[in-house]
């Protein structure tokens, strides 16, 4: 089991960056698939970005594709959300969730979820 932590939301104007950190409890981590995904208020939540165990592999959605870049280092346990180019509309709560299965392309429910972090654009 993996117990995950997101951290670095805040406000920020639009056309600004953020960077978001998903940190992980356990030293299996290096095989957890992760996946970021945001729910704005009102709104489903949608998958925004997946990145495979190894990291040799990426997902975006459209939306955010060109504009948020995931990465992660496995020596420290640590997946992140660059996020660059931020517009209002990017304005939700951002969880990641980590699996075995190898899922990076889609959101999960019975992945390991965090917690979230608030994320506010103004215009």
């Known amino acids: 089991q993996v117990q995950l932590v997101e951290s670095g939301g805040g406000l920020v104007q639009a056309g600004g960056s953020l960077r978001l950190s998903c940190a992980a409890s356990?030293?299996?981590?290096?095989?957890?698939?992760v996946t970021w995904s945001r729910q704005a208020p009102g709104k489903e939540r949608e998958f925004a970005a997946g990145?495979?165990?190894?990291?040799?592999?990426?997902q975006y959605a459209s939306t955010v594709k060109g504009r948020f870049t995931i990465s992660r280092d496995n020596t420290k346990n640590t997946v992140y959300l660059q996020m660059s180019s931020l517009k209002p509309e990017d304005t939700a709560v951002y969880s990641c969730?980590?699996?075995?299965?190898?899922?990076?392309?889609?959101?999960?429910?019975?992945?390991?979820w965090g917690q979230g972090t608030q994320v506010t654009v103004s215009s």
């Open positions: 969730a980590g699996n075995l299965r190898g899922n990076y392309y889609r959101l999960a429910s019975d992945d390991y």
């Open positions: 356990g030293r299996t981590f290096s095989r957890y698939a």
């Open positions: 990145i495979s165990s190894s990291g040799g592999y990426t």
